[in-house]
């Protein structure tokens, strides 16, 4: 099974600063990987696809790159909305599985 | 507007059945796949599974198989998750989500587009 790790677990910036959060995968997932926004009490919304596709209807703000086993997001100035637990999702070869990182919590500083 | 509206929270005793729900609209129901998804208090999500409502066909992730029945009925946009005997540990909040479908080449992708906003089961005694 594929492992995805994020890091940092917790991310402290302030409105306006830049986000650069990291998604490393056990083994390669070429560009097969999505990010996902979870705010308190809310689903899961998703930003980013294949690695570097942004969903519809989201901001130019988010933007997704790597392949293979590392991977980013980056969010170039942070909203007050921004603020939030976001997660990398891969998907396996062979009988699908799907896993999901850890998470990392962007906070306000 | 797509949207994928679930059934309401339920509390319930260890060893209860239970069967909550996944209704779509604004889009072809049969015609997307369905997967499900848990997310056990404070911590991150878990894949469980995957229906096809258009024939039904079913597959789980490894940690849920002969754990849960995941069915859908197409005749009414829904989709179901079930448990025949529940354990405290399944104490969560369950998501269906709606898998995205590539634009070009209309291939089914394992990313999910549209989520449900959850259903939170409780199991105590």
């Known amino acids: 099974e594929i492992v995805l790790t994020q890091s940092p677990a917790t991310l402290s910036l302030s409105p306006g600063e830049r986000a650069t959060l990291s998604c490393r995968a056990s083994?390669?997932?070429?560009?097969?990987l999505a990010w996902y926004q979870q705010r308190p009490g809310q689903a899961p919304r998703l930003l980013i696809y294949?690695?570097?596709k942004r969903a519809s209807g989201i901001p130019a703000r988010f933007s997704g790159s790597g392949s293979g086993t590392d991977f980013t997001l980056t969010i170039s100035s942070l909203e007050p909305e921004d603020f939030a637990v976001y997660y990398c999702?891969?998907?396996?070869?062979?009988?699908?599985?799907?896993?999901f990182g850890g998470g990392t919590k962007v906070e306000i500083k | 507007e797509v949207q994928l509206v679930q059934s309401g929270a339920e509390v319930k005793k260890p060893g209860e059945s239970l069967k909550i729900s996944c209704k779509g609209s604004?889009?072809?129901?049969?015609?997307?796949?369905i997967s499900w998804v848990r997310q056990m208090p404070g911590k991150g999500l878990e894949w469980m599974g995957i229906?096809?409502?258009?024939?039904?066909?079913?597959r789980y992730s490894p940690s849920f198989q002969g754990q849960v029945t995941i069915s859908a009925d197409k005749s009414m946009n829904t989709a179901y998750l079930q448990w025949s005997s529940l354990k405290a540990s399944d104490t969560a909040m369950y998501y269906c989500?709606?898998?995205?479908?590539?634009?070009?080449?209309?291939?089914?992708?394992?990313?999910?587009?549209?989520w449900g906003q959850g259903t939170l089961v409780t199991v105590s005694s």
């Open positions: 989500a709606r898998h995205l479908v590539d634009s070009s080449t209309y291939n089914t992708r394992y990313f999910f587009d549209n």
């Open positions: 604004g889009y072809t129901f049969s015609s997307y796949w």
């Open positions: 229906i096809y409502p258009r024939d039904s066909d079913t």
């Open positions: 083994q390669s997932v070429s560009s097969y």
């Open positions: 294949d690695a570097s």
């Open positions: 999702q891969q998907r396996s070869n062979g009988p699908p599985t799907v896993t």
